[in-house]
């Protein structure tokens, strides 16, 4: 098993930035591919952001550009750093990882106003 904890939300004029957290249990964090996924009010979740445990990244492409996902192996925590946000970036924001399928946090509200 698995539990996530993500933190760091808020509300942020468009263009701000923040800064979202991800503290995992277990101790095979630092073999798991970590994943960033957002959800909108009426829409389906989508994934934003992955990093391998190698460290390898990829991202939606309406986020290239402006967000970084990144982990502390050390701390069992992943991040995503969100820059030059948008109202569309409004979402509740989840971190996940494949290999313990259906496992996820309780998410963190972003609100981009514009």
């Known amino acids: 098993q698995v539990q996530f904890v993500e933190s760091g939300g808020g509300l942020v004029q468009a263009g701000g930035s923040l800064r979202l957290s991800c503290a995992a249990s277990g101790s095979t964090f630092s073999t798991t591919r970590m994943d960033w996924y957002r959800q909108a009010p009426g829409k389906q979740r989508e994934l934003v952001a992955a990093?391998?445990?190698?460290?390898?990244?990829t991202y939606a492409d309406s986020v290239k550009g402006r967000f970084t996902i990144s982990r502390d192996n050390a701390k069992n925590t992943a991040y995503l750093q969100m820059n030059s946000l948008k109202p569309e970036d409004t979402a509740v924001y989840y971190c996940?990882?494949?290999?313990?399928?259906?496992?996820w946090g309780q998410g963190t509200q972003v609100t981009v106003s514009s």
């Open positions: 996940y990882t494949p290999s313990y399928p259906g496992y």
């Open positions: 990093i391998t445990s190698g460290g390898a990244t």
